[in-house]
């Protein structure tokens, strides 16, 4: 048996608000592998999600009988680097009134003065923002653009750059991308395409940086389309959801658990010897040439 084995390490997952998004299923399959998880939450969905938790609405029981329980759950905003980029209006937002330390450094030093240096194996990035998602990127507006490229990108880079000196040689980072990195998909704009073509870009480039400075591994995973709560907001995803069931390689809907399970394997040391690579977990469809037709579908 070859099992995937996170016992006696730990996970800091950005991302997670509900159990209906990519981050919770990762959560889910590094739980299941044995890591003690840290997730790190979006201001505005703090309360909520810590409420659902507490009312025990989300889905936190595990098939092998174990619950998802969390070590830590850190207020998260990944559009800041320092308390110094907090602009007055965030601070004095009725969502953020009350939270302290939610920039990517006050996380990564809570994480140093809780846990100790080396403290960190798994560092996952599952989080998007693109305020213009709905323009056509040629409609989208600088401040848009570059919004949803400091929120969905760089973020990514200040992740690697703060959280890195925290990781044990042959940890393993992981973000979700889409592959309007690479195709044109109508429907994903304000520059959310771009943001996905600088994070994959970025992963080469990190994972060669990260993997000399700290011995880590960089990866992303380029994930089939899911109805998570970003993806529902977006509003093309049931169209997505049936286009891809029908002309994947493999027919069926992509499930957030084969994202989650290949998260896992990335991050654990099965995963060795992968760096700087989109793994895409989308059920074959990013090979397509020609949708399938059923009036001329070979037999
Ligand atoms: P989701 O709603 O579960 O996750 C997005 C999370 O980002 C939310 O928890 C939100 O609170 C958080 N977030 C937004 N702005 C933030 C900020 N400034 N700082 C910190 N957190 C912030 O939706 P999801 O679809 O599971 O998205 C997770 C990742 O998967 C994203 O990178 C998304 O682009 C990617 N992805 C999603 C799909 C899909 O179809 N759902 C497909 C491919 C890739």
Not at 46 to 72: A, H, N, Y
Not at 92 to 97: A, G, I, T
Not at 123 to 148: D, I, K, Q, W
Not at 227 to 255: C, F, H, P, W
């Amino acid at each position: 048996m070859l099992p995937i084995d996170l016992r006696g390490k730990r996970a800091f997952v950005a991302g997670v608000a509900d159990d209906r998004g990519y981050g919770w299923a990762i959560v889910r399959a590094l739980a299941r592998a044995g890591a003690s998880i840290c997730v790190g939450t979006w201001p505005p969905t703090m309360k909520i999600f810590t409420k659902s938790l507490e009312r025990g609405k989300l889905d936190q029981e595990l098939p092998d009988g174990g619950r998802i329980e969390f070590e830590r759950i850190f207020p998260f905003d990944a559009m800041f680097d320092t308390p110094d980029d907090v602009p007055d209006d965030v601070r004095q937002d009725k969502r953020y009134v009350g939270l302290t330390g939610y920039t990517i450094q006050e996380v990564a030093d809570a994480m140093r003065t809780d846990f100790g240096e080396g403290c960190l194996d798994v560092l996952v990035h599952s989080l998007a923002n693109g305020p213009e998602v709905h323009r056509p990127l040629v409609e989208t507006s600088r401040s848009g653009y570059l919004t949803a490229l400091s929120a969905s990108a760089y973020s990514m880079v200040s992740m690697v750059q703060r959280f890195g000196p925290l990781m044990r040689p042959g940890g393993g980072v992981v973000s979700l991308s889409y592959l309007a990195a690479e195709r044109a998909v109508p429907g994903y704009g304000g520059g959310m395409s771009s943001a996905k073509a600088a994070l994959e870009s970025d992963t080469r480039t990190l994972a060669f940086e990260a993997g000399r400075k700290w011995g880590i591994r960089v990866n992303t995973i380029s994930a089939g389309p899911l109805a998570s709560r970003a993806a529902k907001a977006i509003g093309t995803v049931d169209r997505m959801l049936k286009y891809y069931s029908t002309n994947s390689a493999l027919e069926g809907v992509q499930t957030a658990e084969d994202v989650g399970n290949a998260a896992a394997f990335l991050c654990s040391p099965l995963g060795a010897g992968i760096a700087g690579t989109t793994l895409y977990v989308d059920n074959g469809y990013h090979a397509l040439g020609m949708a399938v037709d059923p009036d001329c579908h070979p037999e």
